[in-house]
């Protein structure tokens, strides 16, 4: 049986106020093709289908016409998706009886029915080409704080003892259903130990990311788990089987030099086969002047100058980012346009230009000024706030209080 394995599209997203719309129209195309050509039987998608809890009517409109392109080109195709963080579970879910009758199972958020968990919505068969019954899934998405349960009396975390309490519940469900001969397959949406963080676009989970979780979550009977959140594709804990596909687009400057990809999975009976890394084709390449640290105005100047000029006919949106970091004594009135004059008839389109200033007398390292409003992320301004406010160290359960309020503002405002 073949699967292909994606996750983190972030449909809506901008870089530095540019749109990905055809970007992500170019890799949506890209991804029908390949579920055609390479003849696969499911896809799964791992979380994070929209960049917002509130996403745009374009990025939904790309989302469902996805769906409908892949049921008319791959009739046979298993379509199971889970939510993210950074999904609304409400929003994935309400179309769940109009897509459940087109055989695409969406799991937005933990489906729960009576006392216990809604099993038959977490739990999903995958069929090969002939209708059969091939492997058997364990759909859970974003996990919040809410929804695990309460355990009094573990000695270990309890968010993390909660999180592996839920797995094992539906793992529990999807062995009791799978025959001889059937493979078990696990999705999620978390942050697991040992893994590399894309600290300018992945939004901190699960009261912080230090709540990473262990591997032997999956235990050895599961084929592979299909994992969702980090945009680096990456195994986890040295298994082949446990893995982030990452994301197939870009999400921050940061990302430029990631092999964005999907994986396509081979399941041999029970036992995995291979993992085959599909790079998703750029249309848009990232570009830094200088490419590592920052150079005066005169060597930005002529470096920019020498970039290749505008191809004719090239569309906007596949002209490359460019980010610009600039060495200065004092403050230049002037930057920015001396800047896009050096930039005029080039390819390339100034997304971000960042000025360091050495100072009078003062190591750059020393002068350099923090990160702008739009790199900051919470944690950053509770952090500056606290050591603004007090004299001792912050302490970790402090922290932690704060990523869970956090979790909970976010989660209301979806």
Not at 34 to 42: H, Y
Not at 267 to 284: H, I, N, T, W, Y
Not at 391 to 406: D, G, K, M, Q, V
Request: net charge negative; glycine share 8%; aromatic share 6%.
């Amino acid at each position: 049986m073949r699967l292909l394995h994606t996750s983190d599209w972030h449909l809506g997203h901008t870089l530095y106020d540019t749109t990905r719309e055809a970007e992500h129209a170019a890799f949506l195309a890209w991804l029908l093709d390949t579920l055609e050509a390479r003849k696969v039987d499911a896809l799964l998608v791992a979380g994070d289908i929209f960049d917002t809890s509130n996403p745009s009517a374009e990025a939904q409109a790309a989302w469902y016409r996805f769906v409908a392109q892949a049921r008319r080109r791959c009739p046979t195709l298993d379509l199971v998706v889970i939510g993210g963080n950074h999904d609304s579970a409400a929003r994935l879910d309400a179309p769940h009886p109009l897509l459940s009758a087109l055989d695409v199972r969406v799991v937005g958020g933990l489906c729960r029915s009576g006392e216990g968990m809604d099993l038959e919505r977490l739990v999903v068969p995958l069929h090969d080409a002939r209708g059969e019954v091939r492997a058997w899934v364990a759909a859970v998405p974003y996990l919040r704080p809410a929804d695990l349960p309460f355990l009094s009396n573990e000695a270990g975390d309890p968010l993390i003892e909660g999180v592996r309490a839920v797995y094992s519940e539906v793992l529990a469900g999807a062995r009791a259903r799978r025959q001889p001969g059937q493979a078990l397959v696990a999705m999620g949406h978390c942050y697991m130990v040992g893994t590399e963080l894309s600290e300018l676009s992945e939004r901190r989970i699960l009261g912080g990311n230090q709540h990473a979780l262990p591997v032997d979550l999956f235990p050895e009977d599961v084929a592979y788990a299909a994992l969702g959140h980090l945009h680096k594709a990456q195994r986890v804990g040295g298994r082949e089987g446990v893995r982030y596909s990452g994301s197939p687009l870009p999400l921050s400057l940061s990302e430029k030099n990631y092999s964005h990809q999907v994986l396509l999975v081979e399941l041999d009976g029970e036992r995995l086969g291979s993992v085959l890394p599909l790079s998703v084709p750029r249309e848009a390449e990232i570009l830094r002047v200088p490419e590592r640290g920052e150079s005066s105005l005169d060597a930005v100047v002529k470096a920019l100058k020498a970039l290749p000029p505008a191809e004719e006919g090239l569309p906007d949106w596949r002209r490359p980012y460019l980010e610009v970091c600039v060495e200065l004594p004092r403050p230049e009135p002037a930057l920015r346009r001396q800047v896009e004059t050096a930039l005029e008839g080039k390819a390339a389109r100034l997304v971000k230009l960042t000025p360091r200033y050495t100072g009078s007398g003062h190591a750059l390292a020393d002068a350099r000024p923090g990160p702008s409003l739009k790199e900051r992320t919470p944690e950053d301004v509770f952090r500056a706030r606290y050591a603004r406010d007090y004299s001792e160290p912050l302490e970790p359960a402090l922290l932690e209080a704060f990523h869970l309020l956090l979790t909970q503002v976010q989660e209301d405002a979806s």
